[in-house]
């Protein structure tokens, strides 16, 4: 698999930085999943299986389109039952954002969301 990056960074000839996607992507996820009401993300079947062998993918459910100077995500989500989606999504949408752009200097075009699903068990 071809690995995109961006350049974000060029400054007095000392060098350049370079962000692969994947990174955008785990920082996106690491963001959602820390918003109350988020249960979880849902990644492909791929990431799935690759989880079942023990490795933990953390940029499960998120794809990530990157410009020149700018970057689009898409993330599914399960959320908690009884959590107010439209709270939980605008949420995901401002916390993912402020990481985003904070850790990598990128502006956020846009976050769409997709609920997935809803977790109905109960945490102990």
């Known amino acids: 698999m071809d690995r ?27 963001a959602a999943t820390e918003v109350e009401g988020v249960a979880g993300m849902v990644g492909n079947f ?3 299986l690759v989880e079942m062998l023990g490795k933990k993918n953390l940029a499960k459910g998120v794809l990530v389109d990157v410009g020149e100077k700018d970057v689009s995500l898409e993330l599914s ?44 068990e109960k945490s102990k």
């Open 4 to 30: 995109q990056t961006v350049k974000i960074h060029e400054k007095d000839k000392v060098g350049e930085v370079h962000i692969a996607d994947e990174v955008i992507a785990i920082i996106a996820g690491l």
């Open 46 to 48: 791929t990431g799935d």
């Open 77 to 120: 989500l399960i959320v908690d039952f009884g959590s107010s989606i439209p709270e939980v999504t605008n949420d995901v949408q401002e916390k993912v954002k402020n990481a985003v752009e904070t850790m990598t200097g990128l502006e956020v075009d846009e976050i769409n969301i997709r609920v997935a699903g809803v977790n109905v």
